[in-house]
């Protein structure tokens, strides 16, 4: 996605969250916090090339980018949010998970065979992922979603949801959630596609994804220029 909104022109900056992309015992040493802090060292070094700043995130990343648009400063210009979770799939209370996970290590990530909520096999075999969700991590997730539906009153910035009916692993009535829930987004946007699974940015869908996300992001700051 950071290719193709570059070919238009864009400076992105794809950023790494703490603990992903080494090991998983990384991931389990990492906590929320850490993960917001990560979005706040990539916003503040595109800070250095751009005024107009968007946040876009898939699933958690989703979450993140709507939750730190209420904490950086100067705020964003917009977020694009994919796939996002208003509820964990499973939704144990916070305590369960927190007790689980001193006795589990790892849960499965979801059921079916690998790729199975894939559409486009190709693209599935390009996926790199940690085989299983360290359950101390899913606990900083739950912790994430709850920050970020309490912050819902506090975004006030354009807002574009992205989720797809197909996918089996976030519900799309997640999307709902979250519209509803972003009373003071007067510009908001929901567009559901299909043909994708949770990953939409990788999907057979991409391209119907970066189009709605460009179209977006040109908009918004077509709009601040005429002001």
Request: hydrophobic fraction near 40%; charge should be positive.
């Amino acid at each position: 996605m950071g290719e193709y909104l570059h070919q238009q022109g864009f400076t992105c900056l794809g950023v790494r969250l703490a603990g992903h992309a080494t090991h998983p015992e990384d991931m389990i040493r990492s906590r929320y916090t850490d993960w917001m802090a990560s979005v706040e060292d990539g916003y503040h070094l595109l800070r250095g090339y751009a005024d107009n700043i968007f946040l876009a995130g898939l699933s958690m990343g989703g979450v993140l980018s709507l939750l730190m648009s209420t904490r950086l400063v100067p705020r964003v210009s917009g977020v694009i949010a994919m796939s996002t979770p208003q509820r964990l799939p499973t939704d144990y209370p916070i305590w369960f998970l927190r007790l689980a996970s001193k006795v589990i290590k790892y849960s499965p990530k979801r059921k079916g065979g690998a790729g199975s909520g894939w559409f486009d096999k190709t693209a599935y075999q390009g996926q790199i992922s940690y085989p299983s969700n360290p359950v101390r991590s899913v606990v900083e997730l739950k912790e994430l979603i709850l920050q970020m539906r309490a912050a819902y009153p506090k975004v006030d910035v354009p807002v574009l949801l992205i989720h797809s009916k197909d996918d089996t692993y976030v519900l799309s009535e997640n999307m709902e959630h979250i519209y509803t829930g972003l009373v003071n987004a007067h510009d908001k946007t929901k567009l559901f596609i299909t043909g994708s699974g949770h990953v939409v940015t990788l999907d057979a869908a991409r391209v119907q994804v970066f189009q709605s996300a460009v179209e977006f992001i040109q908009r918004i700051e077509s709009s601040r220029e005429a002001v």
